[in-house]
């Protein structure tokens, strides 16, 4: 990886008050510069070959203008002031100084924070050299005389970023973050069926990551998983009860129900959960909270990209909603303190409001006594990819990993299954919810931009649900 700079030393002779003044001169409430510096590489190797390395830096400056609620963004990857000053003076030019609404700014200031040189998180800068003999190392873990086995990828990527934000309100804050994933992807054919296998990992830790998993067994899991499927029976189809495994991660409770949390949505009514604060909308047994301070998760920062400190958020409490997930435009329009959650991918990007690491709490019952007492429907080990609307929480999800419950017990594997429902609906018919948590990352794509995510929950129990699978009907929207 590229040696990266810090971001105090890019700053140099930048005249941040000056850029942050003439920005505002057109009649602008709130002005703000973040500043990142990107180094970022990536090692794949495919089928026995190391088919591509990149890497390199990426620095840039976004300037974000608010006035009336809203938003004025531009973005330069100069560094030099006078440039600034160019970038700040067309979009002081592009507001309109006889329009002025309520001022929003003023509520629920930051203080001045600087986080970047004590709470730098350890990373071991990785020589390209030891990059790929971890990868080396995993495929030393596939059964490459299978010839079931048709195709693999094994990809490590990692990167460090360096931000910092100045704003026109309530002064600084910096951050220094580490991110990093492996993953296996994998494909098996008998001749006839094809299926695929894949297995991520990742955190906030940098190659250090290597030193808290076991590769043989991220590399067996998805090539058992792969072959598992392969040989099983299409899943059949109805309504019945699900046993969600917390090997499943958090899937659901990201897509189906974590975005209708994010605040621009709920504001703009786009949201199932719009107005809804203080409504019960789970079960009771279910509790939903947001977190970026867990330490060494994928979508861990010790401050978000507009500079505000995050905390524990609690969505739902006992199945009643607590808090939305705030930036500080959303925070500002309902007269709350922003949660920490404006996220952005790049400097390019405006900041919105975004999840970081969501779940669904423990609870109380043994996922033994959850299996137990389920006389029949579905068990589902892993999740797939799925599609949701935040508009009225209907989805539909791929089951990756999924096995008949019969007489309480796992029995049949099978494949192609798919869970279909309603998010608001599911969350009331979770019925028991067990005592373990399990955790799945990804990236999370809204508005155009992906940022690191992970997303957990324990073993729990739908009594209730639409399962597709072979000869069943297409699932309706509950």
């Known amino acids: 990886m590229a040696e990266i700079k810090d971001i105090k030393e890019l700053l140099g002779n930048i005249d941040t008050d000056e850029i942050l003044k003439l920005s505002l001169s057109g009649g602008g409430q709130f ?28 620095r840039g400056i976004g300037l974000r203008v ?43 200031a930051i203080k001045k924070e600087e986080h970047a040189k004590s709470l730098t998180p350890d990373f071991i800068k990785a020589s390209l050299d030891a990059k790929v003999e971890k990868l080396k190392e995993a495929e030393s873990f596939l059964p490459l005389g299978d010839k079931s086995l048709r195709h693999y990828r094994l990809v490590f990527s990692d990167s460090v970023q360096d931000v910092a934000i100045i704003n026109s309100l309530d002064g600084e804050a910096t951050d220094k973050r580490a991110n990093s994933i492996f993953l296996v992807h994998l494909v098996v054919s008998d001749g006839e069926l094809i299926q695929t296998g894949y297995e991520p990992v990742g955190g906030s830790e940098g190659f250090a990551m290597f030193n808290n998993i076991n590769l043989r067994d991220v590399v067996g899991k998805a090539y058992e998983r792969a072959m598992l499927i392969l040989k099983a029976p299409k899943a059949p189809g109805g309504t ?3 046993v969600l495994s917390s090997e499943a991660g958090g899937t659901m409770i990201h897509e189906a129900v974590g975005h209708g949390f994010e605040a621009d949505y709920a504001q703009e009514g786009l949201s199932v959960y719009s107005h809804k604060k203080g409504e019960l909308i789970a079960s009771p ?3 939903v909270a947001d977190d970026p301070t867990l330490p060494g998760k994928r979508g861990t920062y010790r401050v978000d990209d507009e500079g505000t400190k995050p905390g524990h958020n609690v ?17 500002w329009k ?34 033994k006594e959850i299996l137990s007492s389920t006389d029949s429907g579905l068990f589902v080990r892993k999740m797939g990819g799925g599609q949701v609307n935040p508009v009225n929480g209907d989805f539909i999800f791929e089951v990756s990993e999924g096995y008949l419950i019969s007489g309480g017990k796992i029995t049949t594997p099978v494949r192609g299954a798919t869970l279909a429902g309603n998010g608001p609906k599911v969350l009331l018919e979770i019925d028991m919810v067990g005592n373990d948590l399990g955790f799945g990352i990804g990236t999370c ?4 931009q992906g940022v690191p995510v992970s997303d957990a929950q324990p073993t729990l129990r739908i009594k209730s649900i639409v399962v597709g699978g072979e000869a069943s009907p297409q699932p309706k929207n509950q």
């Open 445 to 448: 794509g809204k508005d155009s």
């Open 315 to 331: 969505l739902i409490e006992k199945g009643v909603l607590k808090n939305y997930l705030y930036d500080r435009l959303s925070s």
């Open 334 to 367: 309902d007269n709350v303190h922003s949660t920490g959650n404006g996220r952005r991918e790049s400097y390019k990007c405006k900041p919105i409001p975004r999840m970081s690491n969501t779940f669904i709490k423990s609870g109380t019952h043994d996922p």
């Open 240 to 242: 019945m009860p699900v």
């Open 31 to 58: 002005s703000e510069l973040f500043f990142e510096n990107k180094s970022f590489s990536s090692v794949i190797l495919e089928d026995g070959k190391i088919e591509e390395i990149v890497g390199g830096i990426d």
């Open 66 to 108: 608010i006035n009336d609620g809203k938003t004025f963004f531009a973005h330069t990857n100069s560094f030099e002031n006078k440039n600034l000053i160019e970038l700040a003076s067309g979009i002081s030019s592009a507001i309109s100084s006889d329009r002025y609404g309520t001022d929003l700014t003023k509520s629920f």
């Open 285 to 287: 047994l279910v509790t």
